[in-house]
T-cell receptor
């Protein structure tokens, strides 16, 4: 049973380009969460999605960032017109039901985004 | 913002028990206490969680005070591989498990 798969593992973009980060949850999991981690800091919640629905995006920057979790395929975190401050590790997690209700999260290995 | 307070770092001798404290004085009645660990550059790994009662699994034990305002993660026999960052977080309905800075445990031979 494969775990949460994220790709690419490393992504390099120049300022102004777009970054697309993909996350395939564990088999049987329909809840996906995206977190961002700056160097030497803890993880910051960004967005929580179920299939085809955004449940909570309270941690998402208002501009340039978007996320989706289509009926088929992986969840995508999209960052438009990247800036150097977007450089961070982006982690995806999944759970079979709503996390934090006596349910644990399973994390992927993350995507390290570097903006030149 | 994180709802927990943890020491930034702690030391422990190899083979001894590591006791990692966490304060969560504003915890609500329906919120669980979770512990995760993170090896550098990898995603966090679940360790244990609990609501009111103490919990034990193959990785660790979790001791929650009666008033639930603090807890302790116990690694019974620390090894050098346990030298990672440990996060204590609280979560419940509507809370997306916000991670704070965590505790960096240094296990020394």
């Amino acid at each position: 049973n494969a775990g949460v798969m994220q790709n690419p593992r490393h992504l390099v973009r120049r300022r102004g380009q777009e970054a697309r980060l993909r996350c395939s949850p564990m088999k049987g999991h329909s809840h996906v969460y995206w977190y961002r981690q700056l160097p030497e800091e803890g993880l910051k919640f960004m967005v929580y999605l179920q299939k085809e629905n955004i449940i909570d995006e309270s941690g998402m920057p208002k501009e340039r960032f978007s996320a989706e979790f289509p009926k088929e395929g992986p969840s995508i975190l999209r960052i438009q017109q990247v800036v150097r401050g977007d450089s961070a590790a982006y982690f995806c997690a999944s759970s079979p039901s709503r996390a934090a209700l006596n349910e644990k999260l399973f994390f992927g290995s993350g995507t390290q985004l570097s903006v030149l | 913002d994180a709802k927990t307070t943890q020491p930034t770092s702690m030391d422990c001798a190899e083979g001894r028990a590591a006791n990692l404290p966490c304060n969560h004085s504003t915890i609500s009645g329906n919120e669980y206490v979770y512990w995760y660990r993170q090896i550098h550059s990898q995603g966090p790994q679940y360790i244990i969680h609990g609501l009111k009662n103490n919990e034990t699994n193959e990785m660790a034990s979790l001791i929650i005070t009666e008033d639930r305002k603090s807890s302790t993660l116990i690694l019974p026999h620390a090894t050098l591989r346990d030298t990672v960052v440990y996060y204590c977080i609280v979560g419940g309905a509507g809370n997306m498990l916000t991670f704070g800075g965590g505790t960096r445990l240094m296990v020394k031979p």
